[in-house]
């Protein structure tokens, strides 16, 4: 089952809303979790990674202020897509790494499809 | 930092014909090589994965190499089917760059029935 969930799955919404994802680990805690940005038919592009308690460290080219990431607790991190414009419509995804020693895969959540009109 | 490539972008078979991706990396620390099946709307899901002190791994029908000294790793699926139909993505995890993963730039594989 799911050990990533991810909240909500699809947005519609007006230009200029702010729109908050929320990514939760389920069966582990996990101080790090990742918020990726999807185009159709491409890959994957890290937008940033969560650390709980502390700031997340954005990619190049990302604006901390457009898309606000908190990451308050061991199970929980939320996106915010801040005065969403139609060019940040895509498939967002977050992902958490199970904390077991060694080298762990990392588990996805379900994605969001956000869509402004 | 990490510079994962993947080729080929798109690639179709026959069913029950094998399939063949092939991924480089260019961080020498990486260690830890999983890949990903993504359907269409749908999270990418781990279906196999490979560290850097074994060579070769197998489950059913899928198997992943790694060749070290040459940088690069494969997925092997054989006997394909049309549930195989799907896009994949390898990825590299360097003990340079913590808990992060770099992403090939996927192949949308279908198998013709």
Known sequence: GAVVSQHPSRVICKSGTSVKIECRSLDFQATTMFWYRQFPK???MLMATSNEGSKATYEQGVEK???????????????????????????YI??????GGGN?????????????? | ????????????VQEGDSAVIKCTYSDSASNYFPWYKQELGKRPQLIIDIRSNVGEKKDQRIAVTLN???????????????????VYFCAARSRNTGNQFYFGTGTSLTVIP
């Open chain 2, 1 to 12: 930092g990490e510079n994962v490539e993947q080729h080929p972008s798109t690639l179709s």
């Open chain 2, 68 to 86: 070290k000294t040459a940088k690069h790793f494969s997925l092997h699926i054989t006997e394909t089917q049309p549930e195989d139909s799907a």
């Open chain 1, 42 to 44: 491409q890959s994957l």
């Open chain 1, 104 to 117: 762990q895969p990392q588990h996805f959540g379900d994605g969001t499809r956000l869509s402004i009109l």
């Open chain 1, 94 to 99: 977050c992902s958490a790494r199970d904390p």
């Open chain 1, 65 to 91: 202020d457009k898309f606000l990431i908190n990451h308050a607790s061991l199970t929980l991190s939320t996106l915010t897509v801040t005065s969403a414009h139609p060019e940040d419509s895509s498939f």
